[in-house]
């Protein structure tokens, strides 16, 4: 009995620290290993996406930064943590990983040191996200969302109940006042996100 109450208290609290925090109380480390607040970013809207140069969906580095030079100037910014978790198609140090993603994308978005997303090792700043927007289905009228569905289900038939990130390119727009507003699996259409986006920059109708 006390075993469980202590464990009770112990989820209280984290919950009520997780509460407590906001996307601009953490810091990364960058592709030099230099440490990055958050808070740096303050009214800017973020795309925040853990990546990989290997991933059927790393063509995805070129909407993205299509996406940032469209809007950089009216206030986005996207945030890029390569992550080696999922079929270790992230490989290499974080300087080979962001000379690739300029060779071949060009990419001139921040790009953060190496990072889990899931997991005893995972970055606080993904505790956070996925405290905020949980996993909410793949399209199953979408064909690539109707094939990672049947993946993932193999190895986990319950993995949709859980918050975890499922795959790379998994993102989290984050408004100017520093709300999770929404999550994005890898198979969200680049259209939609940038739709979502201009909503947060204030370029709608």
């Not at 407590?20 to 795309?47: H, N, P, R, T």
């Not at 962001?98 to 978005?109: G, K, S």
């Not at 090792?121 to 505790?127: D, F, I, N, Q, V």
Request: one cysteine or more; a negative charge.
């Amino acid at each position: 009995m006390k075993r469980l109450f202590s464990i009770c208290v112990l989820a209280v609290v984290c919950v009520l620290m997780t509460s407590a925090q906001d996307i601009y109380s953490f810091k990364v480390m960058d592709d030099v290993g230099q440490e990055v607040s958050l808070s740096d970013y303050k009214g800017k809207v973020l795309l925040i996406v853990n990546t990989a140069t290997r991933c059927g969906f790393t063509p995805q580095y070129k909407e993205l930064e299509a996406l940032f030079e469209k809007y950089n100037g009216d206030g986005l910014e996207i945030l890029d943590f390569p992550c080696n978790q999922f079929g270790e198609q992230a490989p290499g140090t974080i300087q080979e990983i962001h000379q690739f993603c300029t060779a071949n994308f060009d990419i001139r978005f921040a790009q953060f040191d190496k990072i889990d997303v899931n997991g005893s090792e995972e970055s606080p700043l993904y505790t956070y996200l996925k405290a905020q927007k949980g996993f909410c289905g793949f399209d199953l009228n979408d064909n690539m969302g109707k094939a990672m569905d049947g993946m993932l289900r193999k190895k986990d038939a319950d993995y949709d109940k859980k918050s975890d990130i499922k795959w790379n390119f998994t993102k989290f727009l984050v408004s100017k006042d520093g709300r999770v507003v929404k999550r994005y699996e890898p198979t969200e259409s680049i259209a939609a996100i940038e739709a979502d986006i201009r909503k947060e920059l204030n370029l709608v109708p």
